[in-house]
């Protein structure tokens, strides 16, 4: 038995042996066909763009968009400046220009440069050229009388105390808590702005102060409203962000006492820095605005008082309603346009707020825009109607025609 075993047990090995040899071979056989697994190669991540620096004042609703890279230097102790600014043209042609008006204009509408810092307990802003504010329903005014007639060659200028990153102080000549449309061409949608920003302040000079709490910016100003120089205007505004596309603006002002300027240019067509029902007015916001690529849309609310008294019998109001869209084509064109109404509810024993008591109008606005780096070209087709007016204050040579179509073109560079 002892001997069978020695004879078998090697046997068995060799069988096991042979059978792991074939299945070893037949594995490495198998191998030797397959090519070798390719490795990936290693690479190395794409260098992150660099983060725009591109300045937030004064701010821009789009689709024009700010230097992202703009010229700056080291100041010693007030930090870094950056400098920044607008040279623009524009040419307009017009059916019915009223009195003093005319069918075309070819103009400048920016030559501003821009100074300010952006950083530390104290900094400035300084905003300093010639610039125009064409609007819808009123007569268009050189820049280079705008800019005499109006605030002079250095239009915004102020200095901000900042001790945190949620409060701060300004004072100075201000950019306005109210209205949707801002003062400069270049910052809105479109070249022209609209009969709801008729109503508005463009700059006022005063003292504001600002704070952010959580998703909610307050702001609240001390200032001349129309600039008047008398300061008894108090403006406010709570600005509620709900998420990254969405936010509700609420904004008011109103005079606290009287004020009796009203400046007014004596060259046609005239010129009204100070008017003074609208110097004695309360004017009032609801804004909401939606910003998620391709589209930024804003409706605006807007409601503004003049109490009687101011010599005549009865008070007047107007009530208004603005829809602002911008759409982006590609990263290079884009399309905006603007749909308003506003109605004046006062009588024959009221101021004029429009073209004559109880009148109203409507209008529509489209801005195809073009913009590459710092280069930009835009036209815009508009259109006014107005409705119940009162002979000698709409438009056309005698103040009777109700309509008015616009065409222009405005190109040029921010830097």
């Not at 949620?166 to 070249?191: C, D, R, W």
């Not at 010599?311 to 107007?318: H, P, V």
């Not at 869209?325 to 009221?350: C, H, L, P, Q, W």
């Amino acid at each position: 038995m002892k001997r069978i075993l020695r004879t078998t047990l090697p046997r068995g090995a060799a069988t096991l042996a042979m059978a792991a040899a074939g299945v070893f071979g037949t594995a490495l056989s198998a191998s030797a066909q397959q090519p070798a697994p390719l490795v990936p190669p290693v690479v190395a991540p794409a260098p992150e763009a660099p983060a725009s620096t591109a300045m937030t004042t004064p701010s821009m609703t789009g689709p024009l968009v700010a230097n992202p890279n703009p010229w700056n230097f080291d100041a010693g102790p007030v930090g870094k400046v950056y400098v920044t600014g607008v040279v623009s043209g524009l040419g307009l042609a017009q059916q019915n220009a009223t009195p003093g008006d005319k069918g075309l204009h070819p103009d400048v509408s920016n030559a501003q440069a821009i100074v300010q810092t952006t950083e530390g307990l104290i900094q400035f802003y300084a905003q300093a050229g010639l610039y125009s504010f064409p609007a819808l329903g009123l007569p268009y005014v050189s820049a280079w009388r705008t800019t005499g007639d109006y605030f002079t060659p250095v239009p915004v200028a102020y200095v901000k105390l900042a001790p945190t990153d949620t409060f701060s102080v300004q004072a100075g000549k201000l950019f306005p808590l109210i209205g949707a449309e801002y003062a400069f061409t270049f910052q809105n949608m479109n070249i022209e702005r609209g009969l709801l920003w008729a109503q508005e302040p463009i700059i006022s000079r005063g003292v504001q102060a600002n704070y952010t709490l959580g998703p909610v910016a307050f702001s609240l100003s001390l200032n001349d409203g129309f600039y008047s120089d008398s300061y008894n205007w108090l403006t406010g505004s709570a600005a509620y962000t709900i998420d990254k596309a969405n936010t509700l603006t609420v904004a008011a002002g109103g005079n606290f006492g009287h004020t009796s300027k009203n400046v007014v240019s004596t060259t046609l067509p005239p010129t009204f820095k100070s008017p003074f029902f609208y110097n004695n007015s309360d004017i009032f916001n609801i804004i909401y605005t939606y910003s998620a690529a391709p589209w930024t849309i804003t409706p605006y609310f807007q409601y503004n008082h003049v109490p009687s008294g101011l010599g005549f019998i009865s008070d007047n109001a107007t009530v208004g309603g603005a829809i602002l869209a911008s759409y982006a084509v590609n990263d290079n064109v884009s399309v905006a346009g603007r749909a308003e109404y506003i109605g004046s509810t006062g009588n024959a024993n009221s101021p004029n707020l429009l073209f004559g008591p109880s009148s109203s109008a409507w209008s529509l606005t489209f801005t195809p825009t073009y913009q590459e780096g710092i280069y930009f070209m835009r036209q815009e087709l508009s259109y006014v109607h107005a409705n119940s007016i009162t002979n000698g204050f709409a438009f056309g040579k005698a103040g009777n025609q109700r309509g008015q179509g616009r065409v222009m073109i405005e190109g040029g560079v921010i830097f």
